[in-house]
């Protein structure tokens, strides 16, 4: 009887679990809808509802008024995409690196992915001259040679997550260093375009950035959700999960990879945003409150931060257009606040 009793509260407990996931879920896809056509209302031109949809229409249509139309389409379509993207992808990424190492400190704008790609864009702009696309790929190169170089530091017959978390502090500042010596060799019109790049924003939005980023998702999605599975058996313990015949090394290697790319893709296409990687996952757990692990509620979560990020930074001061990086920067410095606040209370950060 104790038996039946068991299943049926296990099997209802499953059930809660699944309809709180849907339930967030949902919440947070209208939410964004909501804040995407509200990215494409406001500006110094509003545009009325009827407005937007017909420019949204005009390819299949034909249409077409030519002044609502660049203002929809080629001027705030591509920045909201760009930052429901970039946020969903440093979202992934952020949270990626909290569950493989066990700690909401763990993401790539605290242990130097974002400082390797700002690193390396600024020697490029600094020292090689570059602009444009060219220092999106040196970016993208940055964050990927950081990253591999904090996980060979951190191996010792294997990597363990504070070794991780300890090496890239460590590395971010090193990193933060090397810019600040760049700084002094360089002339003031490169200091401002380095600047202009590290804080981050989406005013220089293109649809290429757009394509180029989703088609990075597209690839690195899939691998998530395949390397994903494994960790069931990790969160036993590294041993135990070797016992059961989960490849460790390997899946964690693989999961550093993907976020790797995630942040680093994000960080070609928009600049180092700080704080997108870091909030999204603990707020979509929040959210959750233990029924599950948030991927895809952490997806929604960034992306809804970085536009609504954008419409603050853009709306928030009626003369001045501020980068994005600057909104989620002071947003997300109070959240880190709050949170070791917290887990001083609790004696623990995890």
Not at 34 to 42: D, Q, R
Not at 113 to 129: E, T, W, Y
Not at 145 to 164: E, P, Q, S
Not at 292 to 308: E, I, T
Request: aromatic share 8%; charged share 10%; proline share 4%.
């Amino acid at each position: 009887m104790s038996a039946v009793f068991d299943t049926s509260r296990i099997i209802a407990v499953r059930q809660s679990a699944a309809m709180r996931r849907r339930s967030v879920l949902l919440g947070l896809i209208l939410a964004l809808l909501a804040a995407f056509a509200l990215a494409l209302y406001l500006g110094d031109y509003p545009v009325p509802a009827s407005g937007i949809v017909q420019s949204l229409l005009s390819p299949l249509t034909g249409l077409a008024d030519r002044s609502v139309d660049f203002i929809v389409l080629q001027v705030r379509l591509p920045r909201a995409i760009l930052a429901v993207l970039s946020g969903a992808s440093f979202a992934l990424a952020g949270i990626i690196f909290q569950t493989l190492l066990r700690n909401p400190l763990a993401s790539p704008d605290i242990i130097g992915i974002a400082h390797g790609a700002s690193a390396a864009a600024v020697f490029c702009i600094i020292i090689l001259g570059w602009s444009g696309l060219a220092v999106s790929f040196g970016a993208f190169g940055g964050a990927v040679l950081t990253a591999l170089a904090i996980y060979f530091l951190a191996w010792r017959n294997g990597v363990t997550a504070f070794r991780v978390v300890l090496i890239g502090i460590g590395m971010a500042a090193m990193l933060a260093a090397v810019i600040s010596y760049l700084f002094t060799r360089a002339r003031l019109n490169e200091v401002q375009q380095a600047m202009a790049w590290l804080v981050g924003s989406l005013n220089a939005a293109r649809p290429g950035d757009s394509i180029v980023l989703a088609g990075a998702m597209l690839v690195l999605i899939p691998l998530m959700i395949g390397l994903v599975r494994a960790l069931d058996a990790m969160e036993l313990g590294d041993d135990t999960a070797r016992a059961l015949g989960a490849p460790v090394e390997l899946t964690r290697l693989g999961l550093m990879l993907v976020a790797v790319g995630f942040a680093a893709f994000a960080t070609a296409a928009v600049g180092p945003v700080g704080f997108v990687a870091f909030v999204s996952g603990p707020l979509a757990r929040s959210l959750l409150k233990g029924a599950g692990r948030g991927f895809a509620q952490a997806a929604l979560v960034g992306a809804l931060v970085m536009l609504v990020s954008d419409l603050l930074a853009q709306h928030l001061l009626p003369t001045v257009q501020l980068p994005v990086g600057v909104v989620t920067g002071a947003c997300g410095a109070l959240f880190l606040l709050w949170l070791l606040m917290a887990s001083g209370r609790s004696g623990r950060v995890n």
